[in-house]
């Protein structure tokens, strides 16, 4: 199936005479017939469900969907976007170990690689989205277990060379994780370019609608976790869970069954059924949405470029962006619908300008059907020090703009009016 028909027909069949919708199965538990059925259930969660806190029929139907968008082999949801980050690093990385991640990321993210995971003696070195393969190399140790990256940065709007970065982490036989929420499946598949592991905050494009905060991790299931010896907790045995040893038992994907089975029955950060549901209702129109928001978006980008009120613009799709040529590699149909600029003036205007929209709403969100503006600097990216900032591409007149489905021409009026009202 193409891509478009996956987003409504993936993950869930109906037989004759079922619901033609997934259903919501709004149940913590499933009854089996004997005790011994229980315990075989135990020894081997593949056979059956245990309990709602990490596994649900309805989110495993999404699951199944975003694992096939992708191009994965499975997916595991989780209660956050921030959730699937922590989850995929903590599936490979434990005291005493190290990690490497762009410098270009989402401000959440840099606190949770920089403080909180060094307070679980997790050590992060952040380099240069555009450092070259060398460097990145170079930066690898032999307590290095992987390395992340944004495909689409937040808010820096950066682009990352999915295929450099692989080709760094590989030489050393480790994962490279790709946080691939801005473009989505729809416009980057990064599993294709060499990632081994994709994760969403799906509480943005993949819902849609702002009404679900949920996350999800992908296993491509193409990295040999065997081959390096880096990677103990997949390939001895675990002695949490009956001394399994996940590469040989689940050697199809065993990064992701260790996720569920180790550390989401640990943390139980499980997403509700009802969540599944209406982030499932997102994911049926995601092709669509996604042209109609890099549609919108570029031509917004092109106005924001020509104004005197700004400074300048971050968006790939503009030819002027230094990440032009990456995106037309990477993201030939379109570099999502989320535009960063920096005012004219520095915070001050940037408070004014934003203030004075009408149609658009200051809110911490984005990836939204409706515009929305936030201002990094003080918000998202508040807790970052001014080095962080600078290194994450975020001055004080930065603005994050996401571009929705209205009508073009209502939100460059927004835009026009919110500027001639900050000139004043």
Known sequence: MKIETQCLHEGYTPKNGEPRVIPIYQSTTYVYNSTDAVADVFDDPQLGLIYSRFENPTTDAVEKKIAALEGGVAAMCTSSGQAATLLSILNICSAGDHFISSSSIYGGTVNLFAFTLKKMGIECS???????????????????????????????????????????????????????????????????????????????????????????????????????????????????????????????????????????????????????????????????????????????????????????????????????????????????????????????????????LKLASNEVHVADIRTCVLHPASATHRQLTEEQLEAAGIDAGMIRLSVGLENVDDILADVDQAFKAARD
């Open 126 to 356: 952040f380099i240069d989205v555009d450092a070259s393969e060398e460097d990145i190399k170079a930066a690898i140790r032999p307590n290095t277990k992987c390395i992340f990256g944004e495909t689409i940065a937040n808010p820096a709007l950066t682009v990352l060379d999915i295929e450099k970065w692989a080709n760094a982490a590989h030489s050393a036989g480790i994962p490279l994780i790709v946080d691939n929420t801005f473009a989505t499946p729809i416009l980057c598949r990064p599993i294709e370019w060499g990632a081994d592991i994709v994760i969403h905050s799906t509480s943005k494009y993949m819902d849609g609608h702002a009404v679900q905060v949920g996350g999800v991790i992908v296993d491509s299931g193409k990295f040999d976790w065997t081959a390096s010896g880096r990677f103990p907790g997949l390939t001895e045995p675990d002695e949490s869970y009956h001394g399994v040893v996940y590469t040989e038992k689940y050697s199809h994907a065993p990064y992701i069954i260790k996720a569920r089975h180790q550390l989401m029955r640990d943390f139980g950060c499980y997403p509700a059924a009802n969540s599944s549901f209406l982030l499932n209702l997102g994911l049926e129109t995601l092709a669509v949405r996604m042209k109609q928001y890099c549609e919108n978006a570029l031509k917004v980008a092109k106005y924001l470029e020509a104004s005197d009120m700004v400074e300048s613009v971050k968006y790939a799709g503009l030819e002027s962006d230094p990440h032009y040529q990456t995106a037309k590699k990477y993201l030939p149909d379109g570099v999502c619908g989320v535009i960063s600029f920096s005012i004219k003036g520095g915070r001050k205007k940037a408070v004014k300008f934003m203030d004075s």
